[in-house]
């Protein structure tokens, strides 16, 4: 079956220092791929997609991601962490035309001060 | 404009009870989709909505799951004599999609925590 693999379950991070958070597919057929972030008591909130056509997507709150076919890979990136961006990400994947999401297990950020 | 609402925010139910959990899409979604977030099996698909139809079902746990959509609007996520292992967020979510292939955006909503004790 089609998965989606977030290395990482906890990430912390000083304030100002570069954010990595690492996601992998599953297939050799490229999925549409997507980040989505989640704080507390909250519903997700999108924050980039990659839907082939540019291998590198800029976000929201200054993040982007990097579309790796040949890694299978699509990371997300901040060059400098924020006290806000203090939150759980996942990233999401559809694959085949499917219209359901299939979810990495997140990654809880930290941001140090 | 207002986004995914979801009712109850919380629900605590004893076990063996039914319980109906709503949501209200974003106007004009024609697809909606229900998720379920819990500690030990994190985001899971339950079902998706295309119009009125379900084509697609097969998250749905076991047959005490089951959902539907009037008006191309409201859905209600029914959950048949609760167990205990139900405990979870349910979250819902709709998109613009009629043929979109997987490629559109998701809107969530703040989802309903239901507990079964």
């Known amino acids: 079956a089609q998965s989606v693999t977030q290395l990482g379950s906890h990430v912390s991070v000083s304030e100002g220092a570069l954010v990595l958070l690492r996601c992998n597919y599953s297939?050799?057929?490229?999925?549409?791929l997507f980040w989505y972030v989640q704080y507390p008591n909250q519903g997700l909130q999108l924050l980039l997609k990659?839907?082939?056509?540019?291998?590198l997507v800029k976000g929201i709150n200054g993040f982007e991601a990097e579309f790796k076919k040949s890694e299978t890979s699509f990371h997300l990136t901040k060059p400098s962490a924020h006290m806000s961006d203090a939150a759980e990400y996942f990233c999401?994947?559809?694959?085949?035309?499917?219209?359901?999401?299939?979810f990495g297990t997140g990654t809880r950020l930290t941001i140090i001060p | 404009g207002a986004g995914v609402s979801q009712s109850p925010s919380n629900k605590v139910t004893e076990k063996g009870k039914d319980v109906e959990l709503r949501c209200d899409p974003i106007?004009?979604?024609?697809?909606l989709y229900w998720y379920r977030q819990s500690l030990g099996q994190g985001l899971e698909f339950l079902i998706y909505?295309?119009?009125?139809?379900?084509?697609?079902k097969s998250g749905l746990p076991s047959d005490r799951f089951s959902a539907e959509r009037t008006g191309g609007s409201v859905s209600t996520l029914t959950i048949q004599r609760t167990q205990q292992e139900d405990s979870a967020v349910y979250l819902c979510?709709?998109?613009?999609?009629?043929?979109?292939?997987?490629?559109?955006?998701?809107?969530f909503g703040p989802g309903t925590r239901l507990t079964v004790l």
């Open positions: 979510a709709s998109s613009q999609t009629k043929t979109g292939g997987g490629k559109n955006e998701q809107f």
């Open positions: 297939s050799s057929v490229p999925p549409y």
């Open positions: 990659y839907t082939s056509a540019a291998t």
């Open positions: 999401a994947a559809t694959y085949f035309g499917n219209e359901k999401l299939t």
């Open positions: 106007s004009g979604h024609t697809a």
């Open positions: 909505f295309q119009g009125n139809s379900a084509p697609d």
